[in-house]
């Protein structure tokens, strides 16, 4: 452990590298701590499948990357009703299709569960959505496996100066996520959807009274969220890795990077995600691999300790 | 009803049934322990959950750590517990049946209050957290204490440690689990039926309704609080270091950690049951321990799957639980008395506490 402390300060060029490699990661973290934030933000629904959306997007791009044969028959019978084999779709290409499956598949989740625990106690919310990354991580391991996946970008990766490497597909995706998260914000400002989502956020009762459709505008925000967690996971599965049971590792990173910036404070969300890949993986490298995960739930500990610290001193000056 | 409502005949035949149980059907006897263990997780998440309005994710934490405490002792009064994990193993313990039970009896109460104390420096990180944040941290510790001691090599790290193997046949092994188990589930039963039958009770009820009114009543409200999680933790780490040495193997992430599994069965058991009730966690846990085992085998990999949906339903469609409902269908044998005129207008009372909820 203090062996690797003692080689960042030997070769400085490495903290070079785990500084870009923390903000490509961070910037996709942020953008699904977005889509959380917007969610908590709009209709009080702490959502605990988030990661398990990402995870989602991502196997859904990795599928789409390769030739699959689908074949759907009548079993006992030698009749197939679908005998197919997909194209191979580059990743890239496949996130406006990720997107819109996501969005529907989101617009089906709020249908179903999430409809009916709007308003409910704090705890059914996030109890219901506890069920859900259940059943989500089951099904993906039921139908994609247990092995970790990457889809691949088929990008070179260039050196910096000899020790520093950067894949062509972090930069392109560190854009990507860029571009995605300047589309949401244009869309909240000037949108008609966008003002009546923050019309609600503000006031449900008085955005009803004006002739918003709330319940219309909770399943669009939901949608609309899960869709941005597809399109983060089609990052996440071209830069990193992907695996069914990742997904409440990258709720609780939404969770640490909402918590410690806020609400509605979309400059911190994106400095606290940007920080938070930095310190994993700066974590990920002074104390092994196998504390990793411990780093990204240590911190949540950590932030809630410190949000705590706050509040108490703010309830003594009140006292 | 009278008859159930005798305590004799009820605690009589549940008496009854347990002792008959692993005699009548020896196969089974591993499974009526962990049955116990099960009450005993609902009774104690039910303290806070239920009774508290405190929403744990995280109560399995002390199961772990009472697990993983009672190892320590047991190995630790006769071997040097490094050398024995690095071994991983290869040292066999032999150890003669007073030693075993010297250090099975230490190594509980040593959890038991050990637990005791990690609930009070707990609670004093987690209960200035409200609602959501609460569940959401609890949750974290649990995590990360898996985490970590699957990275502590003092204990074995994440390949786990043997303890030491009971002296005597393996159907005495599973006969003395069980009476321990099931002693132990009865004694939580009737502590806290004893707890919430007094000033505590109703303290910690108050902590439900509204915690700023119970403080500003003058409740302690974060003494009563950390008493309660305490309390919990006690028998939740007893629980688990009887559990830990049935299995016999120890291993941080499915067995003592098991935050997905037993830590969510906790709460979907109370959810089950009716929580804030005495006997809703029993009857729970019953329930989810039965159709657990009945239908679980016949799933083939797809019990997860339903385990969720289990939740979802759960969760969204009968909160109430089996308790509640009865509660709710037939409130004059629990001594409620519904006014009609009131029931007739009480639509408008509602509404007040469902908006207050919303703008939280």
Known sequence: MLDNIGLLFQAPLLNVQLLLDGIFVGAIFALAAYGLALVWGVMNVKNLAQGDFVITGGYLAWWLSKPRHVEIGIPGTGIKLVDWVTPAIHPILSMPLVIVVMFGFGWLVYVTVIRRVIGRDLFTSLLATFGLALVMAQLLNQMFGPEVQVAESGFDIHSLGGLVTVATIKFVSLCLAAVLAALVVVFMKYSRMGQAIRATAQDPRAAKVMGVDTDRVYAFTFSLNSAICGAAGVLISMIWVIQPFFGIAHSIRSFVIVTAAGLGNLPGVIMAGLGLGVAELYAGFTFGAELQQFTVVGMLVAVLVWRQIQYSRHRQAVQ | ?360
């Not at chain 2, 190594?107 to 637990?115: F, K, R, S, T, Y």
């Open chain 2, 1 to 360: 009803m009278n008859l159930v409502r005798n305590p004799v005949v009820l605690y009589g035949g549940i008496l009854a049934a347990s002792v008959a149980a692993p005699l009548v059907f020896p196969d089974y006897t591993f499974q009526f322990t962990v049955l116990w263990v099960m009450i005993l997780f609902a009774l104690t998440w039910d303290m806070l959950g239920g009774q508290m309005g405190y929403n744990s994710l995280g109560n399995i934490f002390f199961f772990g750590a009472g697990m993983y405490i009672c190892a320590i002792i047991q190995i630790g009064l006769y071997y040097d517990v490094a050398e024995y994990t690095a071994a991983s193993g290869e040292i066999k313990v032999d150890i003669s049946a007073p030693e075993y039970f010297t250090g099975l009896a230490l190594g509980v109460i040593a959890a038991a209050l050990l637990n005791t104390v990690f609930a009070a420096i707990f609670g004093w990180i987690v209960f200035g957290l409200r609602g959501p944040y609460f569940a959401i941290g609890t949750l974290g510790v649990a995590l990360a204490a898996g985490e970590l001691t699957g990275a502590w090599q003092y204990v074995g790290g994440g390949g786990g440690v043997a303890l030491p193997v009971y002296p005597g046949e393996p159907d005495e092994r599973a006969l003395f689990f069980y009476g321990l188990c099931f002693i132990m589930a009865a004694i939580t039963f009737f502590t806290l039926k004893k707890v919430y039958s007094g000033r505590f009770g109703l303290a910690i009820n108050a902590i439900r309704d509204d915690e700023a009114k119970a403080e500003g009543m003058g409740i302690h409200t974060n003494r009563y609080k950390t008493i309660g999680w305490a309390i919990s933790a006690f028998f939740l780490g007893i629980s688990g270091a009887l559990f830990g040495n049935m299995i016999g193997f120890i291993e941080p992430l499915e067995v003592a950690f098991p935050t997905v599994t037993f830590g969510i069965f906790m709460v979907v058991m109370c959810l089950l049951g009716g929580k804030g009730t005495l006997w809703g966690p029993v009857i729970g846990a019953t329930l989810f321990h039965a159709f657990k085992e009945v239908t679980w085998t016949y799933m083939l990999g797809w019990q997860w799957v339903a385990l969720g949906a289990l939740i979802i339903i759960l969760v969204v469609f009968f909160q109430q639980g089996v308790v509640g409902w009865i509660q709710e269908k037939w409130p004059e044998k629990f001594g409620i008395v519904v006014d009609d005129k009131l029931a007739a207008t009480g639509p408008e009372l509602d509404d007040r506490p469902r908006h207050s909820e919303a703008a939280q």
